[in-house]
């Protein structure tokens, strides 16, 4: 049993860690190639920033940034190509393009989504997030927030099914509408998201609920907590981890995976 990793590829100006720094083409495709060698099973292609308070971007906008990306990366058969969008329209571009799966951080708020990826075949995310990138900070209230994940994610991965799609894998948010206390929970708990009945990925890679714990204020100090979420997701249950640092945390998962194995 192996965990997978989706290695990110923002080629965004603004996203939260990463925005700026693959402007071109060529640098985009040697980053992902570098994420490629260092063990990345997926690719996953975001044009459009969702950090907290981020604005949307046009279709348009989106589509020049991610498709002459996925258009020669799905030439690569070494990794599948994801396209992390809340778009159709960049998703059946992208689809139609290569790529065969699709990440959607609304989770399917758009019907649509789910029509366009069981035309073409594709796999789909479904994410859990309350609000937008822009006001999800305003809705990280929760009774319980293991269980209401569950409650509001099962009615999308229902409509995923209906849809004809075959491959549904969920995600509990982290960091989207989430406090900290919420993040870890949910790594604690991550097992009880397996009664959906779908492969469960998760996405801590340094993420502002890790700067709650001493030294890790600045994004580039929080490689080791990355490893350690992903490591105790593993254990816990996840399929498939969505990273940054593909080299490092392959290391890490290699550990947890024997273990689990043993």
Do not use: W
Not at 28 to 55: F, K, Q
Not at 124 to 150: F, L, W
Not at 204 to 228: C, N, Q, V, W, Y
């Amino acid at each position: 049993m192996c965990t997978r990793i989706m290695g990110i590829l923002n080629v965004t100006p603004d996203s939260f860690s990463d925005g700026g720094i693959y402007p071109t083409l060529d640098a985009a495709l040697d980053r992902a190639r570098r994420l490629i060698s260092d063990g990345a099973d997926i690719i996953d292609v975001g044009g459009e920033s969702t950090r907290p308070g981020a604005e949307p971007v046009t279709e348009d906008v989106e589509l020049r940034r991610v498709l002459p990306v996925v258009e020669a990366l799905a030439e690569d058969a070494r990794a599948r190509v994801s396209i992390d969008t809340m778009k159709p329209g960049v998703a059946a571009a992208c689809l139609s393009a290569g790529a065969t799966l699709v990440n959607d951080v609304t989770g399917l708020r758009d019907p649509k989504m789910a029509e366009t990826a069981a035309r073409f075949g594709s796999g789909i995310v479904i994410m859990h997030m309350r609000g937008t990138p822009a006001t999800m900070r305003q809705h990280a209230s929760y009774t319980d927030v293991v269980a209401e994940i569950k409650t509001e994610l099962e009615p999308r991965v229902n409509l995923a099914r209906a849809a004809g799609i075959q491959e549904v894998i969920v995600d509990p948010g982290l960091g989207f509408a989430k406090t900290p206390a919420h993040n870890f929970a949910i790594l604690r708990r991550l097992r009880e998201i397996e009664s959906l009945g779908c492969p469960i990925l998760v996405g801590p890679s340094r993420k502002s609920f890790l700067a709650s714990l001493p030294g890790m204020d600045r994004i580039e100090d929080r490689l080791e907590g990355t490893l350690a979420a992903a490591v105790i997701a593993a254990l816990n249950g996840a399929s498939i981890v969505r990273v940054h640092d593909v080299l490092e945390c392959r290391k890490a998962l290699a550990v947890a995976d024997a273990v689990r194995r043993a």
